[in-house]
């Protein structure tokens, strides 16, 4: 299959509103009959691809099979694997999360990562990588991004995003800088409403913008444009996802000439203000190539094609964007191969675990009294999880496998925002029976969560505790509570990555990865 042989539908208008459409896709709902139906319908409209979200491995592999068998256009699968498969799916490689690989700053680390995961993606047919992000988390407060970002300065940003991208490509895998002009400096989640940078356009191009300018310096294949007005571009509160101003800018004056894709148009950023219709129309006006699960997909299709049988600009807007995308489909390998699957050598790699303990080990960051390193066998240690939600695998996972490490038992428990008084009595009576409380703090950047702070009563349980024994608090994802709270020593993993946490269990344990 070749690309001229699509060349004849380049001026099909149903042709160029399907392709600029990436509904989102499930594995797990792929089971449904009626879903299935749903997901054959948009094949046969010649939907551009698909962006994946749940099910494992083998079932995300026959569902990519299968679906690119029916379309007679190549598929583009797209997902958010930031810090590897298991962001989206079940299986694959978890590697640190990006500040993690930022603290740990080896470049080469960084590459193989990238390329580690590209690998993973291309063995189940994913050939982009809504990766990395190029945010500068300069916003402590910051709900969204924090460890998702590399670092709070467009030096160790920037550095890494390259060799991030290069990983990524070097195995043919579209990279994709995200979340243009810059993310990193809002307080807001954009899957809840619409954030707000109010900098000076001298400030945004000298902060905000450079991770980009260095992506679009080593040709990366795609830039995802943000669900956040920028006050300098648009003095109204106008996404830069839809703004004809913020894109001028990275088309025109960056001279950026691959894929620019929108963020989620579900999003409540988005569906807050515009309709369904609204949205897709002013993205594609405004300089958008891809967009990224619109509400409803027929509808952004059938509304597409009206718009560009009444108006040649936009169906030349159109025509732009489908020849960007399949020129990415072309470069990606997908019309120089056959598109049917080979299902082998899908499970983990050995080699990528390693990598994966390596960049998490050398990430660690410890701070107060090191003498309480490591945790004895002979000492008698208890510990506590602060969560945020309902998710006790990874806190429980940590406690047990502490516990074998050490040889010693450990009784623990969960911390949330619902304890009551009397367990909170409960907890603080057991205290003088243990030598040392470990602590373990489960917050992170989580869509739709709009906080990711500690509430003040769970502050001081940590405070109350630590006034009368000696404790040790272990930071899994957002770092910055390290600085709320008090400890006799702290470790901070940047991730709650398996690998962060098995990284930090070997340091209380005073042993080594290899």
Not at 72 to 98: I, Q, S
Request: aromatic share 10%; with cysteine; net charge negative.
């Amino acid at each position: 299959m070749q690309l001229n042989q699509f060349n004849q539908n380049i001026d099909d208008i149903n042709f160029l509103s399907s392709q600029v459409i990436f509904p989102r896709i499930s594995a797990d709902d792929f089971k449904e009959s009626h879903y299935k139906k749903i997901i054959y319908d948009l094949v046969d409209k010649n939907v551009g691809g698909f962006c994946v979200f749940g099910g494992d491995l083998l079932e995300t592999y026959n569902m990519i099979s299968e679906l690119q068998s029916r379309s007679k256009v190549p598929l583009l699968f797209c997902a958010d694997f930031e810090n590897g498969l298991p962001m989206r799916l079940r299986g694959g490689t978890e590697f640190p999360h990006l500040m993690a690989l930022g603290k740990a700053n080896d470049l080469d680390i960084t590459f193989k990562i990238a390329r580690a995961i590209a690998l993973e993606c291309k063995k189940i047919g994913i050939h982009w990588n809504l990766a990395p992000v190029a945010d500068i988390n300069s916003n402590k407060n910051n709900p969204i991004i924090n460890i998702r970002s590399f670092g709070e300065t467009p030096e160790l940003v920037s550095k890494h995003v390259e060799y991030f991208i290069n990983g990524l490509q070097s195995e043919r895998v579209l990279a994709c800088a995200k979340h243009f002009p810059g993310h990193g400096d809002t307080s807001m989640d954009s899957h809840l409403t619409l954030p707000v940078l109010y900098h000076l356009e001298n400030r945004i191009k000298n902060f905000e913008i450079k991770p980009f300018v260095i992506a679009i310096k080593n040709k990366v294949k795609s830039i995802m444009v943000g669900h956040l007005a920028v006050s300098v571009f648009e003095k109204e509160k106008i996404p830069a996802t839809l703004s004809p101003k913020v894109i001028g800018l990275l088309r025109n004056e960056l001279e950026y000439d691959g894929l620019i894709v929108s963020d989620a148009l579900d999003m409540k950023a988005i569906t807050s203000n515009y309709s369904n219709v609204e949205a897709v129309i002013k993205a594609i006006y405004a300089g958008c190539n891809v967009l990224l699960i619109p509400p409803n997909p027929i509808e952004a299709i059938d509304s597409l094609t009206e718009e560009a049988q009444k108006n040649h600009i936009f169906k030349e807007n159109l025509k732009y964007s489908v020849i960007k995308i399949l020129e990415a489909k072309e470069w990606s390998g997908l019309f120089s191969q056959d598109t049917a699957l080979d299902g082998d050598n899908i499970n983990l790699s050995i080699e990528h675990e390693k990598l994966a303990l390596k960049a998490a080990y050398k990430s660690i960051e410890i701070s107060g009294n090191k003498e309480l390193l490591p945790i004895h066998e002979e000492s008698k240690f208890a510990g506590f999880a602060f969560i945020q939600d309902d998710d006790l695998e990874k806190p429980s996972l940590f406690f047990k496998i502490l516990a074998q490490a050490v040889e010693n038992d450990c009784d623990f428990g969960f911390i949330d925002d619902n304890i009551s008084k009397e367990e909170i009595n409960n907890i603080l009576n057991t205290i003088g029976k243990v030598d040392i409380i470990v602590f373990a703090f489960f917050y992170k950047a989580k869509a739709y969560s709009g906080s990711i702070d500690i509430p003040y009563k769970l502050r001081m349980i940590v405070d109350n505790i630590s006034g009368r024994t000696k404790s040790i608090a272990v930071f899994f994802g957002n770092p910055y509570l390290a600085e709320k709270i008090n400890s006799d020593l702290k470790i901070n993993s940047f991730s709650d990555s398996l690998p962060s946490i098995a990284a930090s269990i070997l340091y209380l344990s005073g042993r080594k990865p290899f």
